[in-house]
Each structure stands twice: as structure tokens, then as C-alpha cells.
T-cell receptor
Framework: SQQGEEDPQALSIQEGENATMNCSYKTSINNLQWYRQNSGRGLVHLILIRSNEREKHSGRLRVTLDTSKKSSSLLITASRAADTASYFCATDEGNSGYSTLTFGKGTMLLVSP | DTGVSQNPRHKITKRGQNVTFRCDPISEHNRLYWYRQTLGQGPEFLTY????????KSRLLSDRFSAERPKGSFSTLEIQRTEQGDSAMYLC???????????????FGEGSRLTVL
């Protein structure tokens, strides 16, 4: 079963614009992660935010976490055509001591030059 | 290249045949995971190894699915008597630990795409 649900399912923007993707989840978590996947390729880890953190930055990425609303957002600033990919949030409930991540269905981002 | 390596990248088989996928994790990672991803969906967890021990296998989709990691290095995922519904991308991931604690992030391979005719 999939816990995280990304919104929107698809997003089309122009280069230079910002892209915001949202993720909602259902249960308590230890951490929430965002991954990127280019078409037909494996997933690449972008950023991890722990349940006691509210905001985290990495380069052009900004992630927020609201545990009271069970939601997270990923902001990509000054987007580039190379950012075109699917973006997945994944939750780690942290019950088992290892990362049994539960992924959402993803947001497909298209950045046009 | 020191990333996670998966072979074959693409496998086409006929229904009823057995298939095996191999994963070579990042060498210093003792944790290894298998996921399955179908079209338009996110990856779905299948099984987990810590070194050679398979600590979680209840999420394997049926008894036709099995995985091994005999020496705590590479792993194999076998699907017996394949069905068309098994067509998917099978992803392997590994992760490091820091002082024995789980660091959280997974490092994925490029996946093995299975097509069952």
C-alpha cells in the first residue's frame, strides 16, 4: 500500500520558474524523504527531513514538513530543463530500525526551455 | 563506478518461465533492499537484508518470489513461473549505517525491467 500521495500528479512550467510539489501521508513517521527519477532510470535521493525538523534546504531545494497536518512540500527554485523528472516522497515509519520506505505515486515535472 | 549495479537491465520472458535478477550493492553498505515499481506508481517494498540475513520478507508478493544474499554481498531476486502481472521494474537499493544506526537514505540501482509475454 502507498502512504504518501503527491500533488499535483503532473506539473508543467517554464525554465526559471519555481516548482512546488506536495505530499500527504497517513501515519506517524520517523523521517520523510524526496527522491527523483528520470524516465526509465533508478531513483536518486534528494533530501531527508526528520520528524522533529520543520524545514530543510539543499541547493535549489527547500523541503518543509508539517507533522500536525501530515504533509510535506518540495520547492525547486529557478528550475532548469534538466529538472524534468518524476519526484516521489517516501515516508519511513522507523519502527524496524531500517528504511522500509513507503512511496507515493509521484509528481511528473516537465520544465520547458 | 561504485554505485548499485543491477543485471540484466531488461529481461523479456514468456509466461511460465523463471527469471533471476542480480544486485551488487555499494561495497560498504550492509543493508540491501528490493522494490518493485509498476507503470505510473511509486516503488513498492519487497524485502530487506542486513548482511546475509533476510530480516523482512513478508512483503514478497507471492511464494513465487524469493531472494537471497548468500555471502552478504550481492543479492538475487528470483521469480518462478512468471505471470504477465509480474511485468514491472525491479529496483535494488542499499544503505549505509552510521555507528550501527540507520542513516535513512537509500541508494538505488538503475533497475531491471521485466516484460512477461
Amino acid at each position: 500500500s502507498q502512504q504518501g500521495e503527491e500533488d499535483p500528479q503532473a506539473l508543467s512550467i517554464q525554465e526559471g520558474e519555481n516548482a512546488t510539489m506536495n505530499c500527504s501521508y497517513k501515519t506517524s513517521i520517523n523521517n520523510l524523504q524526496w527522491y527523483r527519477q528520470n524516465s526509465g532510470r533508478g531513483l536518486v535521493h534528494l533530501i531527508l527531513i526528520r520528524s522533529n525538523e520543520r524545514e530543510k534546504h539543499s541547493g535549489r531545494l527547500r523541503v518543509t514538513l508539517d507533522t500536525s497536518k501530515k504533509s510535506s512540500s518540495l520547492l525547486i527554485t529557478a528550475s532548469r530543463a534538466a529538472d524534468t523528472a518524476s519526484y516521489f516522497c517516501a515516508t519511513d515509519e522507523g519502527n524496524s530500525g531500517y528504511s522500509t520506505l513507503t512511496f507515493g505515486k509521484g509528481t511528473m515535472l516537465l520544465v520547458s526551455p | 563506478d561504485t554505485g548499485v549495479s543491477q543485471n540484466p537491465r531488461h529481461k523479456i520472458t514468456k509466461r511460465g518461465q523463471n527469471v533471476t535478477f542480480r544486485c551488487d550493492p555499494i561495497s560498504e553498505h550492509n543493508r540491501l533492499y528490493w522494490y518493485r515499481q509498476t507503470l505510473g506508481q511509486g516503488p513498492e517494498f519487497l524485502t530487506y537484508f542486513q548482511n546475509e540475513a533476510q530480516l523482512e520478507k513478508s512483503r514478497l508478493l507471492s511464494d513465487r518470489f524469493s531472494a537471497e544474499r548468500p555471502k552478504g554481498s550481492f543479492s538475487t531476486l528470483e521469480i518462478q513461473r512468471t505471470e504477465q502481472g509480474d511485468s514491472a521494474m525491479y529496483l535494488c537499493a542499499s544503505s549505509p549505517t552510521s555507528g550501527g544506526a540507520n542513516t535513512g537514505e537509500l541508494f538505488f540501482g538503475e533497475g531491471s525491467r521485466l516484460t512477461v509475454l
